[in-house]
T-cell receptor, first 116, second 114 residues
Framework: AQKVTQAQTEISVVEKEDVTLDCVYE???????LFWYKQPPSGELVFLIR??????QNEISGRYSWNFQKSTSSFNFTITASQVVDSAVYFC?????????????FGTGTRLKVLA | KAGVTQTPRYLIKTRGQQVTLSCSPI?????VSWYQQTPGQGLQFLFE???????NKGNFPGRFSGRQFSNSRSEMNVSTLELGDSALYLC?????????????FGDGTRLSIL
């Protein structure tokens, strides 16, 4: 069965610190997709990144970086030099299946608080 | 390009009433999904519509229903409201409704049951 685990419920860091948000997933499919979303206090989830199961290349986008490791079924997200505006709830999600029968599973989220 | 629009933003109802929430997806998007978000359960999938047909359904009672119109707009209905239905209801759209597509979310409708 599919499952996404975000063991860190809440993390607090001081501005400019680096922080890593963990995501561990379970799936039996060989083809699947992993996503990260950010939910600021306004409520709207914002898509950050997508990775497919065949692409283990890590990605960096500005202060954000993602580490995908199939061997440990993890897709971790690191924010470098955190800022107050990074304060939000971050969700990891797993999607798999063929068109029409796909499933989209979210983790329970990690609340990040960046203190000035 | 306009984003996903959900109306209303806030609703207060009492137990036993029913409620209808509306979602307008991004123009051109044919897949609309609904989620219930609560502090204890996180994001729970309700159902997904594509071209006016419900393709996927989560594990929710029959009191929760939805539909999609020919212009891809979607509505979600909850009948006989219970206190536990208090939540943020999020609508998301995607272009093709396939597993590789990111979902684009609206701001949500916050439903409070008294």
């Amino acid at each position: 069965a599919q499952k996404v685990t975000q063991a860190q419920t809440e993390i607090s860091v001081v501005e400019k610190e680096d922080v890593t948000l963990d995501c561990v997933y379970e799936t039996r499919d060989t083809t699947y997709y992993l996503f990260w979303y950010k939910q600021p206090p306004s409520g709207e989830l914002v898509f950050l990144i997508r990775r497919n199961s065949f692409d283990e290349q890590n990605e960096i986008s500005g202060r954000y970086s993602w580490n995908f490791q199939k061997s440990t079924s993890s897709f971790n997200f690191t924010i470098t030099a955190s800022q107050v505006v990074d304060s939000a709830v971050y969700f990891c999600a797993l999607s798999e299946g063929t068109s029409g029968t796909y499933k989209y599973i979210f983790g329970t989220g990690t609340r990040l608080k960046v203190l000035a | 390009k306009a984003g996903v629009t959900q109306t209303p933003r806030y609703l207060i109802k009492t137990r036993g009433q029913q409620v209808t929430l509306s979602c307008s997806p991004i123009s051109g998007h044919r897949s609309v999904s609904w989620y219930q978000q609560t502090p204890g359960q996180g994001l729970q999938f309700l159902f997904e519509y594509f071209s006016e047909t419900q393709r996927n359904k989560g594990n929710f009672p029959g009191r929760f229903s939805g539909r999609q119109f020919s212009n891809s707009r979607s509505e979600m209905n909850v009948s006989t409201l219970e206190l536990g239905d208090s939540a943020l209801y999020l609508c998301a759209s995607s272009a093709t409704g396939t597993a590789n597509q990111p979902q684009h979310f609206g701001d949500g409708t916050r439903l409070s049951i008294l």
